[in-house]
């Protein structure tokens, strides 16, 4: 049933393999040439100086880090890469697992020679799921390598696009996407119907995930300070922000999207380092800088909780898979 299965799949895998090498044959040279930068540069060094501290004086990091982003920010673009290939392993192997066997009449032989139809897929989402498996593995351990010294950069790992190209959670999404692509197979039993279908559910799926329930995985924290304070947030601690500005004497936003530093010479007031704003009804004072976000030392929680909302989807579709196919005639 093994060898079966790898001479009907072994195109797919052979796909599989060039993108892999089309990426690695990319994201090599250019991430050796990042790092080597990120570091020659004093970048890395200063960095690690400053911490993961919530508040840092000074700015010490920023001329290195605009220099850094300036030059190599269009890279970060490749990321995109790495987000679609989850879904290009769910499509080559997953959507054609049953779809082309019951589009070619093919399964029909199988069955009749002694093998039930739940081993027969168990057999083959087995097969083509340790490959899926070790891709993923592979892939998510290349990105999280590349992409180390734009995240240290203020990016961060808890990002959109960062986030879900490295640690566990790509193992996720690469199952999810090929159990979704045999279940698809099962309904419309051609081939590339179930690739169009399997792809929109899949970006469907992913994108409730990723932007209705992962930032409420965890309540986030809130961090608050004076504009005279001689400490600022430490943008480059890698957290999600997602919200920031200053606030007045009443805890109503004021200015968002934004931080204000007067200075410990100033009296906290936005008279006295803002002249130009004193005057726009902002409320009475004292006034004070807000952020709510997500801390770094919460990346691995995120990752196991989404990890596991795609493998329990990876079940659950496997399980309904099993039982289209029983009624398969």
Not at 50 to 77: E, P
Not at 185 to 209: C, E, N, Q, Y
């Amino acid at each position: 049933m093994i060898w079966l299965t790898w001479r009907q799949h072994r195109k797919q895998a052979l796909w599989t393999a060039v993108t892999l090498a089309v990426l690695i044959a990319v994201l090599l040279p250019t991430g050796l040439t990042t790092r080597a930068t990120f570091e020659d540069s004093g970048l890395g060094a200063c960095l690690r100086a400053l911490g993961q501290a919530d508040l840092v004086g000074g700015d010490s990091c920023q001329a290195l880090s605009s220099q850094f982003d300036g030059k190599y920010r269009s890279l970060t673009f490749v990321a995109i890469l790495f987000v679609l290939l989850p879904a290009a392993v769910g499509l080559l192997l997953g959507a054609p697992l049953v779809a082309r066997e019951i589009e070619s009449g093919t399964h029909r032989m199988v069955w009749t020679q002694g093998i039930n139809r739940r081993t027969w897929i168990l057999a083959k989402f087995g097969l083509i799921g340790a490959v899926a498996l070790v891709l993923s593995v592979a892939y998510s351990l290349g990105a999280a390598w590349w992409l180390a010294p734009f995240a240290a950069n203020g990016l961060g790992r808890l990002r959109y696009l960062v986030f879900d190209v490295q640690g566990i959670a790509p193992i996720g999404y690469t199952l999810f996407a090929v159990a979704l692509g045999i279940l698809v197979g099962t309904m419309s039993r051609k081939v590339l119907p179930t690739i169009g279908i399997s792809l929109v559910a899949f970006i469907a799926v992913r994108a409730v995930v990723e932007v209705l329930l992962r930032p409420h995985f965890l309540a986030p924290r809130t961090l608050t300070y004076g504009i005279d304070s001689v400490l600022m947030a430490n943008r480059f601690n890698g957290s999600w922000v997602y919200a920031e500005g200053v606030r007045n004497g009443t805890g109503a936003l004021v200015v968002p999207d934004g931080q204000i530093g007067c200075g410990p010479e100033s009296d906290g007031s936005l008279a006295s380092c803002l002249p130009r704003l004193a005057d726009q009804g902002l409320g009475p004072g004292p006034y004070t800088n807000w952020r709510e976000y997500q801390p770094p030392g919460r990346f691995w929680t995120f990752q196991a909780v989404e990890t596991g909302i795609f493998l329990t989807l990876t079940a659950l579709l496997l399980a309904f898979a099993v039982h289209r196919i029983r009624r398969i005639s």
